[in-house]
């Protein structure tokens, strides 16, 4: 841009350094708070790990965590495969209708409560009983939707006369997969299969309304929203800022192997 | 096989999977909007309008009303603070703006329920902004912030903020900087030609992150849940009332409707103003919308 003058550099530097305080100092505080010593969970009184090693202790935590390890696992896999397979679908035709946009489009913006309240009416219609397996159907839906929007990004650019001199010269379509395809989208799917894994592992809306009654299928932000409604303590600052961690960390990883889908 | 039937083959699972689990539940949630509550909660399938009269209620119009309010003052909030930002990042030197914009964002990485615990943290009765004021010489009762609907304006703005500056940074970084100039040149003060040139220009971006944060945020029932207090009341919580504790299902959905209803309004005007400042692009030769 234009040169400017030192006065309107300065306010630009200002602006920036107070947004980047309004974004970091909540999430500084939660985490200092974690290694705090002291029961009181918002006065500094020394470092320790100790609200950690009681996290391991926790069994309501434990098995939230697992659950949740669950169900982003199965879901993440089931969305990869289905996810994938779409966006090479879409991707192959020279053309298609606006209706299938919109249908591969709406999981990404239907906001989740109405997918919610949806899909608990529908389970309870057709008396399913549910638990995380429900879960696990819920939240493929829009997984599958993120993946097949990373990986149709990564097939903008490919060139389907390569798959046709594959199979001009004798390979089978699964060989021609194999050889041609995956190796050409195998970085978006990697990327795609994170960000699936990361969103399952945040969801709380969708898996709040069709976990079913009962404490069996918690999920860890189920876990969590319940522990927050009932004050703070130095565990969920702990526990915070594990999950915290796990999700930058796999979605950092994400972006690396796929640039240009941040945010999304 | 050819090549259409095998691209059918390859999106039939997925395709299924959506229609089955988002198609059908979501025309069934708007079949109930037009049914009766049954006596022992439940459904009583006669047909009723019932349920979107009662949308109209004093009451209930009241909480929508409301949740536009919060909606409308959080994407004021977020649009103003986020075009800043976009801006501050938009002419910093090259090399640093990637990883300004990487910053920025990572915060919207984390947990939206843990983003929304660290405001519980910070503004509580005896949180970091007490003991900076006590610190600070203050020695009365602790001001209440948390479980106002300041907080949870900040809440939803806290949230978003990261969205709105990735939206609006997009069109401010490709603007062509001797528009400007040009602009410049002919006599504009910096002020008109930011109001001339690259407001208009930048304004796709702008409608995007606004669409993106009032519609999370008039949905939301999380934030208010959680920052405004037990008795705090959106259309989301409205609507989680309904399914989860006063077992009205019909009413629930014809909230749930109501809801996608302003959603979608929001989304034509978002469309109208695009389609109106590409025009605006294609006149002036500009970056693209």
Redesign the interface.
């Given at each position: 841009?234009?040169e400017?003058s030192p006065a309107?550099?300065r306010a630009?530097?200002l602006?920036?350094t107070l947004?980047?305080a309004?974004?970091?100092?909540?999430?500084t505080?939660?985490v200092a708070?974690s290694f705090n010593e002291g029961g009181?969970?918002?006065?500094w009184s020394g470092f320790s790990l100790k609200w950690y090693a009681s996290l391991a202790h926790n069994s309501a935590i434990l098995s939230a965590a697992l659950n949740t390890l669950i169900v982003a696992l199965v879901s993440t896999a089931i969305a990869t495969?289905?996810?994938t397979?779409?966006a090479?679908?879409?991707e192959?035709?020279r053309q298609y209708g606006k209706g299938l946009e919109a249908?591969?489009f709406?999981?990404m913006?239907?906001?989740?409560?109405?997918?919610a309240?949806?899909?608990?009416?529908?389970f309870s219609?057709i008396n399913l009983t549910m638990g995380l397996h429900t879960i696990i159907?819920?939240h493929?839906?829009f997984n599958?939707?993120f993946v097949?929007s990373v990986v149709r990004a990564r097939l903008k650019s490919f060139d389907w006369s390569i798959v046709e001199a594959s199979a001009d010269l004798g390979a089978s379509?699964i060989t021609t997969f194999r050889r041609v395809t995956l190796p050409v989208i195998a970085p978006a799917v990697i990327a795609g299969a994170l960000l699936a894994f990361?969103l399952s592992v945040?969801e709380?809306?969708i898996a709040f309304?069709t976990a079913g009654a009962g404490r069996a299928s918690t999920t860890l932000?189920m876990q969590?929203?319940a522990m927050?409604?009932f004050g703070?303590t130095p565990e969920?600052?702990a526990l915070?800022t594990i999950?915290?961690a796990v999700?930058?960390t796999a979605?950092?990883l994400s972006q690396r192997l796929n640039r240009g889908v941040?945010?999304q | 096989?050819t090549?259409?039937s095998?691209?059918?083959?390859?999106?039939a699972?997925?395709?299924v999977?959506?229609?089955a689990?988002?198609?059908?539940?979501?025309a069934?949630?708007l079949a109930?909007a037009f049914f009766r509550r049954g006596i022992y909660g439940g459904i009583d399938y006669t047909f009723t309008l019932e349920n979107f009269g009662l949308v109209f209620d004093p009451l209930y119009a009241g909480i929508f009303l409301k949740s536009a309010r919060i909606a409308g003052t959080a994407t004021l909030i977020a649009v103003v603070?986020g075009y800043?930002?976009a801006?501050?990042?938009?002419?910093?030197p090259r090399r640093w703006q990637p990883v300004?914009?990487?910053?920025?964002?990572?915060?919207?990485?984390?947990?939206?329920?843990?983003?929304?615990?660290?405001?519980?943290?910070?503004l509580?009765r005896?949180?970091?902004i007490t003991?900076l004021l006590r610190w600070l010489g203050y020695t009365g009762e602790p001001p209440s912030m948390l479980y106002t609907e300041g907080a949870v304006i900040a809440g939803l703005v806290?949230n978003y903020?990261?969205?709105v500056?990735?939206a609006c940074y997009a069109p401010l970084s490709r603007?062509n900087?001797e528009l400007?100039?040009a602009s410049?040149d002919l006599g504009a003060s910096?002020a008109t030609t930011f109001r001339r040139v690259i407001l208009p220009l930048t304004v796709p971006g702008i409608a995007a992150g606004a669409v993106f944060v009032f519609?999370?945020s008039i949905?939301n029932?999380?934030t208010p849940?959680?920052l405004g207090g037990g008795r705090f009341q959106m259309i989301?919580n409205l609507?989680?009332d309904q399914?989860?504790t006063a077992n009205d299902?019909p009413f629930?959905?014809a909230l749930?409707m109501a809801?996608?209803a302003i959603?979608l309004l929001v989304l034509m005007a978002q469309a109208l103003a695009a389609n109106r400042a590409a025009g605006r692009s294609a006149q002036t030769g500009g970056a693209d919308g």
């Open positions: 841009m234009a400017r309107t550099r630009l530097w602006v920036l947004v980047f309004f974004l970091y100092i909540p999430i505080v939660l708070l009181l969970p918002t006065a495969l289905l996810g397979l779409l090479i679908g879409v192959m035709r249908l591969i709406a999981p913006i239907i906001p989740d409560i109405v997918l309240i949806a899909l608990l009416s529908f219609m159907l819920a493929v839906v599958l939707a097949c379509a990361t945040d709380f809306i309304f932000p969590i929203y927050i409604r703070i969920i600052n915070a999950v915290m999700s930058i979605l950092t941040i945010g | 096989m090549r259409p095998r691209s059918s083959l390859l999106m699972p997925a395709l999977w959506l229609t689990l988002m198609v059908v539940p979501c069934l949630v109930l603070v800043a930002a801006y501050a990042i938009a002419a910093a300004f914009l990487f910053f920025a964002v990572l915060p919207f990485w984390s947990n939206y329920l843990i983003r929304t615990y660290a405001w519980i943290v910070l509580n005896e949180g970091l003991q806290y903020l990261p969205f500056i990735l603007l900087p400007a100039e410049r910096a519609v999370l949905g029932f999380v849940a959680l989301g609507v989680y399914f989860l299902w629930g959905a749930a809801l996608i959603m």
